[in-house]
């Protein structure tokens, strides 16, 4: 099976930047795209970014020009660089991964466990 697995959530001031990492595990294949979604309290999960395989980016508009994220598809992690943090950028970050399991022929849709962001002063 595959492990998606978060890390570098916390605590940052507003303005503050974090940067969050995600490391796929398992028995891949090949990996379609990688990216990250949120969910704050009482919100729907949302896309934040992602990133193609072949580098094609998408933003969500709220994260424009503040928001990077970058892939190693050697190691098939992903990375999320969070810059000039807002209050309202608080939630639960997940990454996601669609991918294929070694002996597969469909692509499958995978999460991690989520890793709190908190913006506050």
């Known amino acids: 099976q595959v492990q998606l697995v978060e890390s570098g959530g916390g605590l940052v001031q507003p303005g503050g930047s974090l940067r969050l990492s995600c490391a796929a595990s398992g028995s891949i294949f090949s990996v379609y795209h990688m990216g990250w979604y949120r969910q704050a309290p009482v919100k729907q999960r949302e896309l934040v970014g992602t990133?193609?395989?072949?580098?094609?980016?998408y933003y969500a508009d709220s994260v424009k020009g503040r928001f990077t994220i970058s892939r190693d598809n050697a190691k098939n992690m992903v990375y999320l660089q969070m810059n000039s943090l807002k209050p309202e950028d608080t939630a639960v970050y997940y990454c996601n991964a669609v991918l294929v399991l070694t002996g597969r022929r469909e692509p499958g849709n995978y999460w991690g466990q989520g890793t709190q962001v908190t913006v506050s002063s």
């Open positions: 990133l193609t395989s072949s580098g094609s980016t």
